[in-house]
């Protein structure tokens, strides 16, 4: 194997996602008849991009999108007072810090001394982007915090969501303008770290995010009305049954996607999912940069912990490539953790053998049928 392929710089975007899990059964204009509940207990949020978007055209995807210089603006700060001052903002402390790989990588629209903390910026990123593409407003009204961390609830649509919409649309800015009129702050304390993705090199020139994936628990699911732009349909689905959708070709998920939905598949109740977010504040979040393998009819994406995964910053710019077949690559090995990426279909199967370094789980490996490919 070798690692050739070596480009200029890519240019980095700070991107935030949230993973809305609901209990209930989904409302709204274009809900469904309720079904039964599923064998998780909890469904997510999964849009539809439309497929004129430049990346990922027609995936379906969890809310969120690029940060913006309005998610760290100064004027954040009078909203969340007096309840909620800075440097903590009421979120449960960060546990120290280990030295990451890859290093961050540098973006010259970072702010160089924003007026928030980058991980409150980007839950405000989050629940802005909700809105914008979804229409749900995980907002909550400027008071002191809950006694006890439950579940949270998106705010009602209120007068003139679509007015308001377009404005947050065409200026970032006016999300604020919006929490102040609703006299609501972004429920920043419901949005739970999760994962971070970093995309990874697959050619000179592709678009790459650094994207931070919060999760957030619903006590049932908001109405949702896509923008109809950007996003053209939505849908609640539990993890098993978008691994099903996913498998039989009704939806496109891409592989952080994918691999987060299994992962999800190992909670059986949404109070279960809560209580781990909870129990999980004290871990830090690792920041993962798959390598792309690429072999003679397929590609696998190797994650941290794998046996051919190499921490070198060359690979931030890098792939690895073989003549051997993806089949031939599975035989050799025995410590997996990695998305196999079955190429004619986009069909996935995910192997894992390795444990997690901290509190987090990995999903169960999961091997397509030969007959879904």
Known sequence: MSGPLRSGPSSWRRAASVLLAAGGAPRGPAAPPPAPPPAEGFRLLLLQRSERQGFLPGAHVFPGGTLDAADSSADWLSLFAPHHRPPGFGLRPAPPPRRPFPEPPAEGARAADPALPEHVAARI??????????GVLLLRPRAPPAAAPRPARA???PPGLAAWRARVLRDPRQFLRLCAHLDCTPDIWALHDWSVWLTPFLQRGGRRYDTTFFLCCLSEPPPVYPDLGEVVGSKWSSPSEATESFISKEIW??????????RLENFASLSDLHKFCLDLTSEEVERWLPISLLTADGRIQLLPGDELYLEDSDFLENVLTTEKKTEEIMKEGKKFHRVVIHSLNHV?????????KNKHVFPKTYVVNKSRL
């Open 125 to 134: 990123c989050a629940v802005r982007e909700a809105f914008e593409e979804a």
């Open 155 to 157: 705010l009602p649509p």
């Open 253 to 262: 998920l891409a592989p952080p996607q994918f691999y987060e939905i299994r």
């Open 348 to 356: 996935y199967s995910i192997h894992v053998t390795v444990q997690s």
